[in-house]
């Protein structure tokens, strides 16, 4: 069966960096398009980044622009979030998605999601 497992997770200062990786496996990883979203206390999940199968093309919510890079290594079945500058207010639990896609789109919304990790704490202190 399918699996993401999200690590990298932790508690950093304000203006420091994180990088989270997604291990996927049970699926044609090259064939998924790959999403990062993240759940803050009391807030409903909401998207933070989204890459195309083939890693051509990125969509970042406004706020992390400049500051969060999605990649990813289809070779090794594994997507990553860096994430530099932290705020507080990128505090949440973040997880990694995958949709199937027979193009190089992106996808935004949650419910375009088959797939999704446990989740990985990120905690900003300032």
């Known amino acids: 069966q399918v699996q ?3 690590s990298g997770g932790g508690l950093v200062q304000a203006g420091g960096s994180l990088r989270l990786s997604c291990a996927a496996s049970g699926l044609t990883f090259s064939a998924y398009i790959m999403g990062w979203f993240r759940q803050a206390p009391g ?3 909401e998207f933070v980044a989204a890459l195309s199968t083939s890693g051509g ?3 970042y919510e406004d706020s992390v622009k400049g500051r969060f890079t999605i990649s990813r290594d289809n070779a090794k079945n594994l997507v990553y979030l ?3 500058s932290l705020k507080p207010e990128d505090t949440a639990v973040y997880y990694c998605a995958a949709r199937w896609s ?3 789109s992106v996808v935004t919304g949650a419910r375009g999601y088959a797939y999704w990790g446990q989740g990985t704490q990120v905690t900003v202190s300032s």
Do not use: G
């Open 102 to 104: 027979f193009s190089d």
């Open 82 to 84: 860096q994430m530099n």
């Open 57 to 59: 093309r990125t969509y």
């Open 43 to 45: 807030k409903e999940r």
């Open 4 to 6: 993401l497992v999200e």
